[in-house]
């Protein structure tokens, strides 16, 4: 575990996320009991939406779109997004692991008391991710070579467009015993001055700011079960477990100018 603490670190949002079987009755008989009490926790707004199904990766052909269910702070820094087969928390202000992780599985705790979570569903997806943004044309200066983006030959790009870099490294993870995961770390820039990924659920939609450029550090980090009966210290455990190795190549991402900066006072 790293032992750098930065003051001011480049993470946008963090979500913890779990898929289980459906619940079709979540709509009907759960969703109206999960409002009010997770309006008494401190999210006290409520939308509701139509939109693609979480997957793990990008969307396929023949998705069908679902319901889904969106709880959020009154000053938009964490939400819950619920449909009848996942569950995410998503926190946009982070001051630990340890006080996300409490959060997340109290939030967790909470909606599974009431649908029957834990006894009645068998989970196949258990992740977290990071996303981080790096702002403005000096956005190398913060990583390492390695985590640099894929580079195009000068001769081709026209010069009055800015080249947009982009990587995506993926590899399998061992987290303990008959336990494997999976973690992806992909690098994107947009120059609208985007700092979320394009799939983070949000409250409105996300400000623009033409020819300003942002370099998306987006790491994903998650176990696919098959047909697991999940416990609440199983949660913990994975979710410290996945936390770690997130936290190990975001460091190694880094470069010592980075570092010195994002650790000042």
Same mark, same amino acid.
């Given at each position: 575990m790293? !032992?750098?603490?930065?003051?001011?670190?480049?993470?946008?949002? @963090?979500?913890?996320? =779990?898929?289980?079987s459906p619940v079709e009755a979540m709509g009907t008989k759960y969703i109206p009991l999960i409002q009010d009490n997770l309006r008494k926790s401190g999210l006290p707004f409520f939308v509701k939406q139509a939109n693609l199904p979480f997957t793990a990766n990008?969307?396929?052909?023949?998705?069908?779109?679902?319901?889904?269910?969106?709880?959020?702070?009154? +000053?938009?820094?964490?939400? $819950? $997004?619920?449909?009848?087969? /996942?569950?995410?928390?998503?926190?946009f202000t982070y001051v630990s692991f340890s006080a996300f992780q409490t959060r997340f =599985?109290?939030?967790? +705790?909470?909606? /599974?008391?009431?649908?029957?979570?834990?006894?009645? @569903?068998?989970? #196949?997806?258990?992740?977290?991710?990071? !996303?981080?943004? &790096?702002?403005?044309?000096?956005?190398?200066?913060? =990583?390492? #070579?390695?985590?640099?983006?894929?580079?195009?030959?000068? #001769?081709i790009l026209d010069p009055s467009y800015i080249p947009m870099k982009s990587s995506f490294v993926q590899g399998v993870t061992n987290l303990g015993p008959q336990l494997l995961g999976n973690i992806s770390v992909k690098l994107l820039q947009n120059n609208e001055g985007l700092v979320y990924p394009? +799939? &983070?659920? =949000? &409250?409105?939609?996300?400000? /623009?700011r033409p020819s300003h450029l942002v370099t998306l550090l987006d790491i994903d980090h998650f176990v696919v079960y098959r047909n697991c009966k999940m416990k609440r210290e199983v949660l913990? #455990? $994975?979710?410290?477990?996945?936390?770690d190795s997130i936290e190990s190549v975001f460091f190694s991402a880094l470069s010592e100018h980075a570092i010195k900066e994002w650790s000042q006072p």
């Open positions: 790293q !032992s750098t603490i930065l003051t001011h670190p480049p993470l946008k949002v @963090c979500l913890a996320v =779990l898929r289980f990008a969307p396929f052909p023949g998705q069908q779109i679902e319901e889904q269910w969106l709880f959020y702070s009154a +000053d938009n820094q964490e939400m $819950v $997004v619920l449909t009848k087969s /996942s569950f995410a928390y998503q926190a =599985l109290e939030l967790f +705790d909470l909606v /599974s008391g009431i649908a029957e979570l834990y006894p009645a @569903c068998v989970f #196949d997806f258990f992740g977290l991710r990071y !996303s981080n943004a &790096i702002e403005g044309h000096e956005w190398h200066r913060y =990583l390492t #070579d390695s985590y640099a983006g894929i580079l195009l030959p000068k #001769d394009p +799939d &983070i659920a =949000l &409250i409105g939609n996300q400000p /623009s913990s #455990d $994975v979710s410290s477990k996945l936390h």
